[in-house]
């Protein structure tokens, strides 16, 4: 018995698939590439209509949108744990990627914080749903890696690298900004750490809301396309919660060495089964 066999024995077989599918949905195919499929043409078109000087402001409002959603997504979820509700958050996406759409570029200033303390909602429900506990560091400092993460294709910027790979990059100041707020509690006020985590967070995200700026701005789409893009945008970052919030699930049961060993042989085919599922 070979030792990817083994592995793949450590897990039961429903914790396997369960594994299985988080794979696919963190390697699923890129939002660039999913945005340009709906919107018919790549996404360069509408980059074209981007001004430059407001590339330069998505990452401003990148950045300071992820440290309000830090601080206020939490305080609207109860903590006990209850089944997630991604239906309400696409819903109220939408209705924001509506009103950000018919104002064209000037409604991103507004559009942006609205949408990310919602995605950031969105993920801390999907987190809970998963046994996590919300109101810890740990879960929220989880939850701010989501924006980090995405498909693994290669012609998508902002998920270069592989799902463990940007989880590696982020993980001393995950733990810096963890040990942070064990000392001095969730106050986001002080902390170095959490201030550069942000910054690292906010460089991948900034380019994701840059190529959904770009979707809205593709000639002939119209203000009515803000509503589809955001609820496309929605999806991309609850597709990602689900699978992330699992693998934390199954490290806690397994833990990490041996689901991130699993990780690998379920990505490896059995013979005659090309899904990549055991």
Do not use: C
Not at 108 to 120: A, C, D, K, Q
Not at 231 to 252: I, K, N, P, Y
């Amino acid at each position: 018995m070979n030792a990817s066999h083994e592995t793949r024995h450590m897990l039961d077989a429903a914790d396997l698939r369960a594994l299985a599918e988080a794979r696919v949905l963190l390697e699923r195919p890129s939002l660039a590439a999913r945005l340009s499929s709906f919107v018919g043409s790549p996404l360069e078109k509408g980059m074209a209509r981007l001004p430059a000087s407001w590339r330069e402001r998505i990452g401003g409002l990148a950045h300071d949108a992820l440290m309000k959603a830090m601080d206020t997504a939490a305080k609207t979820l109860q903590p006990a744990a209850q089944p997630a509700s991604p239906r309400l958050h696409k819903l109220l996406g939408s209705v924001s990627g509506a009103g950000g759409g018919a104002f064209g570029v000037a409604g991103l200033t507004v559009e942006i914080p609205l949408s990310t303390v919602l995605i950031m909602r969105s993920i801390l429900d999907i987190a809970r749903g998963e046994g996590e506990d919300i109101g810890s560091a740990q879960a929220r400092l989880a939850a701010l890696e989501v924006f980090a993460l995405g498909g693994n294709a290669s012609s998508d910027d902002a998920a270069e690298a592989g799902y463990y790979a940007v989880r590696a990059a982020l993980a001393t100041t995950v733990s810096e900004a963890a040990r942070h707020f064990a000392q001095k509690g969730l106050s986001s006020e002080g902390a170095p750490a959490l201030a550069r985590l942000i910054t690292m967070v906010a460089a991948r995200y900034k380019v994701q809301l840059t190529q959904k700026a770009a979707g809205m701005l593709v000639p002939g789409i119209g203000a009515a396309a803000g509503a589809t893009i955001n609820l496309m945008f929605m999806d991309h970052f609850q597709a990602v919660s689900r699978g992330h919030f699992t693998v934390r699930r199954l490290e806690r049961r397994y833990g990490e060495e041996a689901v991130r060993a699993a990780w690998q042989a379920v990505g490896r085919p059995h013979p005659g089964n090309r899904s990549g599922f055991p």
